[in-house]
């Protein structure tokens, strides 16, 4: 058996007591506390960033492909389905999905209030997949066959507050055209996304509808929704998919159309690194102080093993030893009480948020397994270095003075 690893097992917490036990204990939860907060902190805001971006995606895609237009009109310039980028998207391996929409501004009606919004319509091909996560109740609309148009509505939480509308209810919904024309719709599903953006304007309808108001034709749209198949990947495929589009259509980001989010997003980003680097900082101070600490309580020790021929290397493994088996006990415990708590989060929810500040009514959580490990490693690989910084003084140790050190 390895000399050092054999006497570092002597003078673990397991087999002393008194100060030297308390120490050990000190720093396994240290390292453990540290670990802990950091898995809690990236599973909390990667779950965050996760949920924000699903919502704005599940309502506009990842990209926007619509006609280049000169005015700041708001109604759309509509293009077709007949369009080479629309007939052959399914060459591109990277897209999930496209799918058709339109807008129109208009003036809902309830029974005591008016309210301006943005009506956007959508076909059978929309994505209700996605958007299920944010419908909070009823169903969403029912399409019908053939030239006719659904008289059902989906609105936002917010609006039917305002509004006093319920599930079932009819609504007169009044457009902005010349001359203006209006419709009985009636409301089949309440969204809540917790977005200003959305809940506060958007109203989805069906695009036949939008296709009647304007007199375009069955094939014509107001643009494209662009759904990946991965979404981290938004960035490198603007350029080949903007080369890959009609030469009247333009391609915009919808990271770059709702920028004040995932901005924010972002900055989110900058606090957790901060807060890493001074988790880190702090468990490798502790590591530093708790190691000296046990050197100078073993000093006859060192001292004593120096008089029986033991090298400096030697007694720096020792206590080498010693501090992984301390970062070892505390990565396990720190893994235990970080995943149990996110685990807890997940199928409980029991930490709840104020939606109206958080965009969200829970704490969430994502499962992020790569960043989990790396977590991991980086606290070992930062604290096992710094193990040799204490250790050094070892050679210093001069073995007559310290069996008499007191």
């Known amino acids: 058996m390895n000399l050092s690893y054999f006497i570092a097992k002597r003078i673990s917490f397991k087999k002393t007591g008194g100060f ?5 204990r000190i720093a396994v939860a240290s390292i453990a506390l540290g670990l802990s907060i950091m898995i809690i902190s990236f599973l909390i805001l990667e779950g965050f960033q996760t949920v924000i971006s699903d919502k704005v995606f599940s309502f506009t895609g990842h990209y926007q492909v619509n006609r280049f237009v000169m005015s700041q009109a708001l ?5 077709s389905t007949e369009s080479n980028f629309y007939t052959n998207h399914e060459e591109l391996d990277y897209i999930r999905h496209v799918q058709g ?21 959508v076909g059978p091909e929309f994505d209700s997949v996605s958007f299920k996560n944010s419908l909070v109740e009823g169903r969403f609309i029912q399409f019908s066959d053939g030239a006719s148009a659904s008289n059902e509505i989906i609105l936002s939480s917010k609006i039917a507050r305002k509004m006093l509308l319920e599930l079932g209810d009819e609504v007169t919904m009044y457009f902005v055209q010349d001359p203006p024309r209006f419709r009985r719709l009636t409301v089949v599903g309440i969204y809540e996304t917790f977005l200003e953006d959305f809940d506060d304007k958007i109203v989805l309808g069906d695009i036949q509808l ?4 304007n007199d375009w034709d069955k094939d014509q749209v107001g643009g494209f929704e662009v759904f990946l198949n991965d979404p981290a990947q938004i960035d490198v495929y603007e350029a080949p998919l903007y080369d890959f589009i009609d030469y009247d259509l333009r391609l915009v980001k919808v990271t770059d159309k709702f920028i004040q989010i995932f901005d924010w997003l972002e900055l989110l980003n900058n606090n957790v690194y901060v807060f890493l680097a001074l988790i ?3 468990a490798a101070f502790n590591m530093v102080s708790i190691l000296f600490i046990l050197i100078m309580e073993r000093t006859s020790m060192i001292g004593l093993l120096k008089a029986l021929g033991a090298k400096n290397k030697q007694i720096r493994n020792i206590f080498i030893w010693n501090g992984v088996r301390i970062i070892g006990r505390g990565l396990l415990l720190g893994n235990l ?8 989060q997940e199928q409980t929810r029991w930490v709840s948020l104020n939606a109206e500040n958080y965009y969200m009514s829970y704490v969430p959580v994502y499962w992020d397994w790569p960043t989990i490990i790396g977590l991991n490693v ?14 050094m003084i070892i050679s210093n140790v001069n073995p007559i003075k310290s069996i008499k050190f007191d």
């Open 20 to 24: 030297t036990g308390t120490i050990h």
């Open 378 to 391: 980086l606290v070992l690989g930062v604290t096992t270095v710094v193990l040799f910084l204490p250790a």
């Open 75 to 79: 109604d759309d310039s509509p293009t």
């Open 280 to 282: 880190l900082f702090v």
């Open 337 to 344: 009480i970080g995943l149990g708590f996110g685990f807890i």
């Open 101 to 121: 929409y339109a807008t129109k501004p208009a003036l809902i009606k309830g029974e005591e209030e008016v309210e301006g919004v943005m009506m956007k319509g």
């Open 210 to 213: 939008i296709r009647i108001l």
